[in-house]
C-alpha cells in the first residue's frame, strides 16, 4: 500500500513556472513508477507524465513535451513536476499517481495506476 500527497499547486500568471511535488509513504518506493494525471474543470482526467521505478525512462503527454519535467528522488520518496511556461490550459487539478514496477505505455492511463492522491490544484492566470 502507497500513500500518496501532493504539494505545490497554486497559481501563478500564464508563462510562469510552478513545481509539484509529491510524497509518497513505505520504504518500497523505488520498486514504483510514478506518474502525474490532471483534470480541468468540465473535462476528463488525462495523462501528464510519468516517470518508471528506475527513473531511466519518462513519458510525457504531447501537450506538455518540452515544458514539464517529470523526475524522482528515490532516497526522499518523493516525486517532482517541474512546470514551466506555463498556459491557461494547464489549469486543473494535478493528481500523483503509482503502480508497482510499471513500465511502458500502461503507466500513461488511468487504468494502469493503482494508487492516486488527493491532488492538488494549479490555477494559470491569463
Known amino acids: 500500500q502507497v500513500q500518496l500527497v501532493e504539494s505545490g499547486g497554486g497559481l501563478v500568471q500564464a508563462g510562469g513556472s510552478l513545481r509539484l511535488s509529491c510524497a509518497a509513504s513505505g520504504r518500497t518506493f523505488s520498486t514504483y513508477a510514478m506518474g502525474w494525471f490532471r483534470q480541468a474543470p468540465g473535462k476528463e482526467r488525462e495523462f501528464v507524465a510519468a516517470i518508471n521505478w528506475s527513473g531511466g525512462s519518462t513519458y510525457y503527454a504531447d501537450s506538455v513535451k518540452g515544458r514539464f519535467t517529470i523526475s524522482r528522488d528515490n532516497a526522499k520518496n518523493t516525486v517532482l513536476l517541474q512546470m514551466s511556461s506555463l498556459k491557461s490550459e494547464d489549469t486543473a487539478v494535478y493528481y500523483c499517481?503509482?503502480?508497482?514496477w510499471g513500465s511502458g505505455s500502461s503507466l500513461m492511463k488511468e487504468g494502469g495506476m493503482d494508487y492516486w492522491g488527493k491532488g492538488t490544484l494549479v490555477t494559470v492566470s491569463s
Open positions: 499517481t503509482a503502480t508497482k
